[in-house]
């Protein structure tokens, strides 16, 4: 697949070249401005493909900047002192049970760690200049209060699957700047209310 795709980016680089090429001996023969012309004809032939980049690196960062982070609204000490005991007879089971929801723009996957304790993560897109949003909830499933919470932002041409995103290669950005770090905090955070395993 990546041969085939360099190969067709590879010819498109010919063509634009040619059209740039031409563009000029036109300006030439019609007494216009050969610079004027080959650059308009460079620049359009770079935004029949790359239209979207600039704008998707744009506003990935503005909402890496705005609303990604990971929050803790409740320490593992705060939930047992406000639950004395419970955390001893946590049991978390060997494969926890996932619950999982599609919709139109949207996937959640609900884990069950433990009878107290579960996580949602949520997956929305393909949203504005090809955004995809993650959030994962850390929450007590008797009381529904969301321990901890973790926002994240991707880009890509196509939802990620199987290491595919689509050909436009340009555009793939896992996560935000730190957004593994991130990740890691709210796996850490959750591996203390685990309890231990049947």
């Known amino acids: 697949m990546g041969i085939l795709l360099a190969a067709i980016l590879g010819l498109y680089l010919l063509v634009s070249l040619g059209v740039v090429i031409g563009a000029m001996a036109y300006a030439r ?13 460079a620049l359009v032939m770079y935004l029949i493909p790359f239209w ?4 998707t690196v744009a506003v990935h960062q503005y909402y890496c900047a705005t609303e990604a982070g990971f929050w803790v609204y409740k ?27 599609h919709g139109e723009n949207y996937s959640t ?3 069950s760690w433990n009878a ?3 996580s949602m993560v949520r997956i ?14 850390i929450a007590d499933a008797k009381t529904g209060e969301v321990l901890a919470r973790y926002v994240d932002f991707s880009t890509s041409q196509e939802r990620r699957q199987a290491g595919w995103s689509g050909w436009k290669f340009w555009l793939d950005s896992e996560d935000c700047i730190g957004g593994r770090d991130k990740a890691i905090q709210i796996f850490k955070f959750v591996e203390q209310f685990k309890g231990a395993n049947k």
Do not use: C, Y
Not at 87 to 101: A, G, I, R
């Open 109 to 111: 996957s609900t884990t």
């Open 116 to 118: 107290r304790i579960n």
């Open 75 to 101: 320490t593992p000490e705060q939930w047992r002192k406000e639950n004395p005991g419970v955390m001893e007879t946590l049991v978390s089971p060997l494969v926890p049970p996932n619950k999982f929801e």
């Open 52 to 55: 979207d980049w600039i704008p």
């Open 124 to 137: 929305q897109g393909k949203l504005f200049q090809n955004r995809w949003r993650r959030e994962d909830e």
């Open 29 to 41: 023969r019609e007494g216009r401005s050969t610079k004027r012309w080959g650059w308009s004809a």
